[in-house]
T-cell receptor, first 115, second 110 residues
Framework: NAGVMQNPRHLVRRRGQEARLRCSPM?????VYWYRQLPEEGLKFMVYLQKENIIDESGMPKERFSAEFPKEGPSILRIQQVVRGDSAAYFC?????????????FGPGTRLTVL | DAKTTQPNSMESNEEEPVHLPCNHSTISGTDYIHWYRQLPSQGPEYVIHGLTSNVNNRMASLAIAEDRKSSTLILHRATLRDAAVYYC???????????FGTGTSLTVIP
């Protein structure tokens, strides 16, 4: 059973470009979460999605960031017009059930570098 | 968000037990206590979780105080592969997202 997959693992963008991060949850999981980790810090929750629905986006910046989890295909975190402060590791997690105490399984992350 | 407090760093000798503490004095009655760890350049990995009773699994044990305001993750015999940042996380039954603190960076000395 493959784990959570994220790609690309490393992404380099110049300021003003767009970054697209993809996450394929574990088989059978319909709940996806995105977290951001700045250097030397803990993970910060961004958004929680179920298939075709955004459930909670309270941790996501209001501008330039968007997320989707279509009926078919991976979840996408999209960052438009990237700035240097967007440089971070972005982790995706998936879970089988909603609410505690379901375990979240994390992917290996995408490390975004903005030049 | 319910808050957790952990020491920034701890050290342990290889093959000795390690007790990683976590304070969560604002925990509510329905919050679950989760522990995850993050190895360098990897995503967080599930370790253990509990609600009120102590829990054991193949990786670790979780000791929860009677008033639930603190808990301790116990690694029975630390190995070099256990060197990681350990996060104590509270999760309510109406919320799905995890709120990570700064965690405890565990160094295992050969």
């Amino acid at each position: 059973n493959a784990g959570v997959m994220q790609n690309p693992r490393h992404l380099v963008r110049r300021r003003g470009q767009e970054a697209r991060l993809r996450c394929s949850p574990m088989k059978g999981h319909s709940h996806v979460y995105w977290y951001r980790q700045l250097p030397e810090e803990g993970l910060k929750f961004m958004v929680y999605l179920q298939k075709e629905n955004i459930i909670d986006e309270s941790g996501m910046p209001k501008e330039r960031f968007s997320a989707e989890f279509p009926k078919e295909g991976p979840s996408i975190l999209r960052i438009q017009q990237v700035v240097r402060g967007d440089s971070a590791a972005y982790f995706c997690a998936s879970s089988l059930l909603a609410g505690g105490p379901d375990t979240q399984y994390f992917g290996p992350g995408t490390r975004l570098t903005v030049l | 968000d319910a808050k957790t407090t952990q020491p920034n760093s701890m050290e342990s000798n290889e093959e000795e037990p390690v007790h990683l503490p976590c304070n969560h004095s604002t925990i509510s009655g329905t919050d679950y206590i989760h522990w995850y760890r993050q190895l360098p350049s990897q995503g967080p990995e599930y370790v253990i979780h509990g609600l009120t009773s102590n829990v054991n699994n193949r990786m670790a044990s979780l000791a929860i105080a009677e008033d639930r305001k603190s808990s301790t993750l116990i690694l029975h015999r630390a190995t070099l592969r256990d060197a990681a940042v350990y996060y104590c996380i509270l999760q309510g039954n109406t919320g799905n997202q995890f709120y990570f603190g700064t965690g405890t960076s565990l160094t295992v000395i050969p």
